[in-house]
């Protein structure tokens, strides 16, 4: 018999023992039944010429749930047929390819069984069938567990039933007739009925249908068992459905071990980590130095990704960081199709924005002006001051009022995203073809801030004969945006509004922001802020970027175990971006923005390309109980880079007119090319016995062009080893398969360009418009490549029957030594530093858990959930006397990831010290404040489906981490705070009293002795509770950097994205030529619990300072609606 079933979807099994092995996710002691019927209103369409039976057998299975049960020695499945049918049922379909034949099918669920007319048989045997006889049995499997779910059917017949939670089942047949017994997971069993009344059958696992695969290095297909070492896979499709900006915010908790840093600034891609470190991104087996936001949900088949160095050894320096595998759609087997996927997405609020005091004005010492801070006067209590009137445009006395109070959300505009694709592909005998055109559109919160995006995508796949073929894929992308600033501090709209300037004036009323055009703004502030309508009208920082990548291999077999592989791609691309000022600005130097009013303007150009070549001969053996596996190859890897950039100097000379012909004098031009080469030999060999002992070995040599020319080579090998035990020992029926995996890997990453081989430095305008040219001042010297020896260890464990829970749990640890600095030497020797070596090296530990099930699935209804823990620091395993810090925090064992600060004096029992002014006591020593990296990351997706509607939901989040609030931190400093609008602040203002007295502890009497690390030697200090009055105002001031209050945990938990869609009825939609419609509600960081960070979304902070005045988080909720034709 031949059996061809996806497993995860149909298995069923009641959930017994779930706790034992899944204590993380609490699924409940609800029964699991398996679902009796599948929908007949499945419609397809099949256009074939000259094919076999097999394959329209193939092709029904591969775009439907139907599979196909059926004797091949009594069926003709290399009969040629000729079909050409749209829009049908699959009974049609089969009517009409068993039409004048004497084969009967029977469609039982998701079952069609197919065999040969039992009318035709002689009469004696039917009038022996026209008898009934009941039968009853248990269908259990070969661990003696019940098998719920299975389907029981009289062959030749539509009589059937399916057993029950015991594994029971009675069926009236006809005498004599046999049972067909099966179940997804086992092999089909047909048992004779003969003159029994009661069975007992046993079904045999099928482990050809629990086999798994992926995608592996170079984008070889391999068997998931055989790997040594921790990969992660999911479907295109599970990104297509809430389509955001970049599609690596749908990775958010996806990946044990993957961390994506969703940052809220308009045009910042998330940054993505893998083990701590940045992955390799390779597209259709070729790597590319695009990001992995820089790709289109819609034209991804399925995404791998490979962990650690072992995984992706045979890519060099680039991929010992691991690899993100993406597989780009080719047009399938579909025939000819259209599909068009629209997601449209809005602004419904913010899910963090900051709040600020709205009682005190602009100013300093209680009184107001426009010159710097917000501790100025009491609004609105009939107090005058000079004022800017932006409508008169004209000083003149006015009250002070609070008319600005909402002035920051005031500033914010309508937000949305839309992202469409509209594809068309088409298949064939001989080949498939797809190509699609996207389009995202990204409206942001902030005035004149936008992005157009577009996609261009095209992939096929071609046979030449029947041994060679050719794929190939193509994808073009164009980004463009007006203005991509506004954020950070010192040149975001936030550090304008909320920071420095206060809520006296009502920001809308300078949306009109020039006095003078091109030459002065309309504005009160005159020293240092712009108006943030002139800054996102008239200070531009706009990009315009083009992208493409491509690659094309050609295949050939050579024998039936052996195949020859060639292959080119590569990246190519032109980023241009302009900076501009006018006339008139104020705020200068921060942010790019140089010559302040006098005007800027500045042109960029980055251009480049890269380009893999690859050969490989891959073989794959079978002999007895050994198999061999490997390939052979080398590849050539080049790139090129140019980066020209010109700007003004000294301002413009016409206002209004950005040109580099405007520059007042001499423009600044610089230019720089850089190119690399890495040429590579590399080689892998598996070894399989029964199916059961794996060992995998690879080795790789490179020959770089950055590394000093008496030490260009450099080899790094890796082994991996996989055992199955479930074929070796014998275990509980409930765990029905068991793997054990471990590997070990060098892996080198060679220099930087021009590392060793610094250029002269030419400055122009030097001395009275000459130009120079000076010599390196960077000292070459003999640099070892930074290594890494990477190993890791992992089990697989799937539980319960039909392996409806799996566990995959990997332990690894990276040593990094060779590590390389740049050492300052005595300008004596003629240069100032060198490049070298250091004793200094790291190790990181982690562990990686993922857990998949499907807690319930009954009739119309299922659940599949998906659980990701991980966590991995990083940690000292050497020191260099000469060049590691020396504090109490660095040792052998210590984590890097510490954060140190002078802080504040405390006493003996933690009371903060203040001093005789009054004022908090700083501290002349660091001290250690906590550390970077999160103790825990975890990601939680959810499915639920009931008959045609599906419900997604999607948690990730992390626990601990700190990071610092530098906008609390500012906001303190200039009085914007709301936490500063109380009592005291108020006596000091209108009443004129400084009477506030900080909380702590004075010093009465005594002295205290420190060593060079701030550890008390001698303490004769004696304390009493402070009672000092002092200025509230220059207390918070002074002490507005106080680290216990501004480094901050970053835990969160975030609900990441959520769609409620339903699947048209097959009946419904085949009226209006559709072969599918979905329609879904849609939303996508929805909301956010988090335990520090009042103002911001720790979501996208990796380091101690990854807080520099966040801009608001914003929810998105809206529409999908997916339709092929």
């Known amino acids: 018999m031949k059996k061809k079933e996806d497993f995860c979807r149909e298995s069923n099994h009641f959930l017994k023992s779930l706790g034992l092995a899944l204590c993380l996710v609490s699924f409940g002691g609800s029964a699991i039944y398996a679902s009796s019927l599948y929908e007949q ?169 629990l086999e798994e695969v992926v995608v592996t290095a170079l984008g070889i297909t391999r068997s998931e068992k055989a790997l040594g070492y921790a990969t992660q896979k999911f479907k295109g499709d599970e990104l297509e459905k809430v389509k955001g900006v970049n599609i690596a915010t749908s990775l958010s908790g996806r990946i044990s071990g993957m961390r994506v840093y969703n940052s809220t600034e308009f045009g910042v891609a998330p940054k993505i980590k893998l083990r701590g470190e ?30 650690g160095a072992t995984a992706s050894a045979l890519y060099g320096s680039r991929g010992g960081n691991g690899a993100i595998m993406i597989t780009t ?27 600020v005091q709205t009682a005190y004005s602009a100013g300093s010492g209680g009184k107001f002006d426009n010159i710097d801070y917000v501790w100025g006067d009491k609004l609105d209590i009939g107090r005058v001051y000079t004022q800017w009137d932006p409508i008169k445009k004209e000083y003149r006395e006015m009250e002070l009022t609070s008319r600005g109070k909402n002035n920051f959300k005031n500033f914010l505009e309508f937000s949305m995203i839309s992202n469409t694709t509209v594809s068309v592909s088409s298949s064939g005998k001989n080949g498939s073809i797809r190509t699609s055109l996207s389009y995202l559109y990204d409206k942001n919160q902030y005035p004149n801030s936008h992005k157009n995006k577009f996609w261009y995508n095209i992939g096929g796949e071609l046979k030449l004969g029947n041994k060679a073929s050719v ?53 009160h502030y005159t020293d240092w802020y712009d108006n943030p309508y002139f800054e996102a009208y008239e200070k531009i920082k706009s990009i315009n970027n083009f992208t493409t990548n491509g690659s094309l291999s050609f295949k050939y077999e050579i024998l039936p175990w052996m195949k020859l592989q060639l292959r080119a791609g590569g990246v190519a691309y032109a980023n241009n971006n302009v900076t501009r000022s006018s006339v008139g600005t104020i705020s200068k130097g921060r942010g790019g923005w140089e010559d302040g009013a006098l005007g800027y303007y500045k042109e960029g150009k980055k251009t480049g390309f890269t380009m893999n070549y690859d050969f490989f001969l891959l073989f794959n053996k079978t002999l ?54 890495v040429n590579s030999l590399f080689g892998t060999l598996t070894l399989g016995y029964k199916d059961t002992y794996y060992l995998e070995a690879t080795g790789r040599n490179d020959w770089s062009s950055t590394l000093p020319s008496n030490d260009k080579s450099y080899f790094y090998p890796s082994v991996g080893v996989s055992v199955i035990p479930s074929n070796i020992i014998s275990l509980p029926d409930w765990i029905p398969f068991w793997k054990l995996r471990g590997s070990w890997t060098v892996s080198k990453t060679d220099l930087a360009i021009y590392d060793l081989d610094r250029a002269y430095t030419i400055k122009q305008n030097v001395w009275d418009g000459l130009n120079t040219a000076s010599y390196p001042d960077y000292l070459r010297g003999d640099v070892k490549p930074i290594t890494n020896r990477t190993w890791e260890i992992g089990t697989g464990i799937h539980f319960l029957q039909g392996h409806r ?116 006591s700083r501290s002349q020593y660091s001290s250690l404040i906590g550390y970077t990296d ?90 009493a509770p402070n009672d000092i009055e002092t200025s509230y105002e220059d207390f918070v001031r002074s002490s507005h950097n106080n680290p216990d209050k501004l480094v901050q945990k970053k835990t969160f938990l975030k609900l990441r994205e959520m769609s409620i869609g339903y699947n048209l009825p097959k009946k419904f939609i085949s009226k209006l030529s559709m072969n599918s419609c979905y329609v879904g509600f849609i939303g996508q960081n929805l909301f956010v619990l988090t335990k520090d960070f009042r103002f911001s979304d720790p979501d996208g902070f990796e380091d101690i300072e990854g807080e520099d005045i966040s801009s608001p988080s914003i929810r998105y909720v809206g529409v999908n609606l997916k339709v092929e034709f």
């Open 471 to 523: 794929e190939g894929s193509m994808n073009f992308t164009q980004e463009s945006a007006p203005n991509t600033a506004g954020y950070g501090y010192g040149t975001g709209y936030m550090y304008n509004i909320l920071l420095w300037t206060g809520p006296e004036y009502d920001l809308r009323d300078y949306k009109d922001y020039w006095l003078v055009p091109n030459e002065k703004q309309n504005w």
């Open 624 to 677: 007895s109980d050994f198999s061999v596996d490997g390939l052979l190859g080398g590849s050539l890897y080049y790139t090129k880079t140019k980066n020209l950039e010109a700007s003004t100097k000294n301002g413009l000379s016409v206002p209004g007119f950005y040109s580099i012909k405007a520059s007042v004098e001499s423009p600044i031009v610089d230019a720089e090319t850089k190119t690399k080469k």
């Open 805 to 920: 829970l799996k566990l995959d749990v990997s332990y690894f640890n990276k040593l990094t030594y060779n590590n390389t600095i740049s050492q300052r030497i005595s300008s004596s020797t003629g240069y100032k530093s060198r490049l070298m070596n250091i004793d200094e090296e790291y190790v990181r530990r982690g562990v990686e858990i993922s857990i998949d099930a499907t807690p319930v699935q009954v009739r119309d209804f299922s659940w599949d959930v998906s659980l990701n823990l991980s966590t991995s620091k990083r940690y000292y395993a050497k020191l260099d006397k000469n060049f590691s810090p020396d504090n109490l925090w660095t040792y052998v064992g210590a984590r890097t990831d510490s954060y140190s600060y002078k802080g504040y004096d405390k006493d003996p029992d933690g009371n903060y010290i203040i001093n005789t002014n009054g004022l908090m």
């Open 278 to 307: 940045e992955p390799l991104v390779v597209v259709d087996g070729v790597p590319t130095n695009q990001a992995f936001s820089d790709f289109n949900q819609d034209v991804i088949e399925n995404i791998t990704v490979l962990k």
């Open 41 to 209: 209103q499945t419609m397809l369409s099949i256009q074939v010429n000259d094919r076999t039976v097999e394959d329209v057998f193939d092709y029904i299975e591969k775009n439907s749930e139907f599979i196909f049960v059926y004797h091949g020695s009594n069926i003709d499945l290399h009969r040629k047929v000729n079909l050409d049918i749209r829009d049908q049922s699959v009974e049609i379909i089969l009517d009409k390819l068993f039409s004048g034949t004497d084969i009967e099918y029977i469609i039982n669920n998701r079952q069609i069984i197919v065999r040969r007319d039992t009318k035709k048989e002689d009469l004696p045997i039917a009038s022996q069938q026209t008898k009934k006889v009941k039968i009853t049995g248990v269908v259990k499997d070969d661990h003696g567990d019940p098998v719920i779910g299975a389907n029981v059917v009289e062959k030749g017949t539509t009589n059937g039933t399916i057993s029950d939670l015991e594994g029971n089942f009675s069926l009236d047949v006809s005498a004599g007739n046999v049972l067909v017994v099966s179940y997804v997971g086992f092999q089909e069993k047909e048992v004779p009925v003969g003159d029994k009344k009661v069975l007992q059958i046993v079904l045999d696992e099928d482990s050809k249908a």
């Open 934 to 1023: 999160p103790d825990l990351e975890y990601g939680l997706a959810n499915v639920f489906k009931y008959k045609n509607f599906t419900l997604t939901l999607n948690f990730d989040g992390r626990i601990g981490g700190k990071s610092w609030s530098n906008t609390e931190f500012h906001m303190l400093e200039t009085g914007a705070h709301p936490d500063t609008d109380n009592q005291w602040r108020y006596d000091e203002v209108v009443n004129g009293k400084k009477n506030y007295v900080g909380e702590g502890v004075k010093i009465v009497s005594g002295e205290v002795k420190y060593d060079q690390y701030g550890r008390i030697t001698s303490d004769t200090r004696v304390f």
């Open 329 to 355: 759609k080719k047009g399938g087997d579909k025939g000819f199709s259209i599909e068009v996927n629209t997601s449209n997405m809005f602004n419904a609020g913010q899910l963090k924005i900051p709040e």
